[in-house]
């Protein structure tokens, strides 16, 4: 059963940038793509970042300037980082596999918190 | 990217049916048969209870049914129970690495 487990800093200065880490572990990884998915308080969840191992990342088109996505295939970890944050980035951050058609299995999120 | 939508909530007693519509377009849930249903319980991740538009993964209780007409997703939950109260969300793939979630549905159980 593959398993993720994330973490990362809580608290971000304005202007700063967000790193978050993702670890893979049990189970078979092949057919995964990798991704990130973010939920502001109260709010629906929203994809953001995916990687296929060996492969370029994708973005939503709507941060792609300030995302960037890898994939460390020696530790079977995978990162984000986003830059010039500002309280509008301020959410719970998750990481998740994609396969198959569904995002599953989970990381146990990480609520950033954007704020001087 | 806008969000599918979703009734904002919805609620039944004990025992009763509710169902949950997730409503897109022809280029997401219209066109791929890849929606997915999550259920999240406050401070907790999203959980996965059906997938592929009406499977549903290892675990789930059988009450929770999903299906597709055209561009309109529905989770239906039958046999409502007090568990079953939480927020329930859609997602469905929209083409060249978009993945658009619905908007969310609070379930009460009265």
């Known amino acids: 059963q593959v398993q993720l487990q994330q973490w990362g800093a809580g608290l971000v200065k304005p202007s700063e940038t967000l790193s978050l880490t993702c670890a893979v572990s049990?189970?078979?990884?092949?057919?995964?793509?990798w991704t990130w998915i973010r939920q502001p308080p109260g709010r629906a969840p929203e994809w953001i970042a995916e990687?296929?191992?060996?492969?370029?990342?994708n973005y939503v088109p709507s941060l792609k300037s300030r995302l960037t996505m890898s994939f460390d295939t020696s530790n079977n970890q995978f990162s984000l980082q986003l830059t010039s944050v500002t309280a509008a980035d301020s959410a719970v951050y998750y990481c998740?596999?994609?396969?198959?058609?569904?995002?599953?299995?989970w990381g146990q999120g990480t609520l950033v918190t954007v704020s001087s | 990217q806008s969000a599918l939508t979703q009734p904002h909530s919805v609620s039944g007693s004990p025992g009763q049916s509710v169902t949950i519509s997730c409503t897109g377009s022809?280029?997401?849930?219209?066109?791929?048969?890849?929606v997915s249903w999550y259920q999240q319980y406050p401070d907790s991740a999203p959980k996965l209870i059906v997938t592929?538009?009406?499977k549903r993964p290892s675990g789930v209780p059988d009450r929770f049914s999903g299906s597709k007409s055209g561009s309109t997703a529905s989770l239906t939950i039958s046999g409502l129970q007090a568990e079953d109260e939480a927020d329930y969300y859609c997602?469905?793939?929209?083409?060249?690495?978009?993945?658009?979630f619905g908007s969310g549905t609070k379930v009460t159980v009265l």
């Open positions: 998740a596999g994609w396969y198959m058609s569904r995002f599953d299995p």
């Open positions: 049990g189970g078979s990884l092949n057919g995964y793509y």
């Open positions: 990687i296929i191992p060996g492969g370029r990342p």
């Open positions: 022809n280029d997401d849930v219209g066109g791929y048969n890849y």
């Open positions: 592929s538009v009406n």
């Open positions: 997602c469905s793939y929209a083409g060249s690495s978009r993945y658009l």
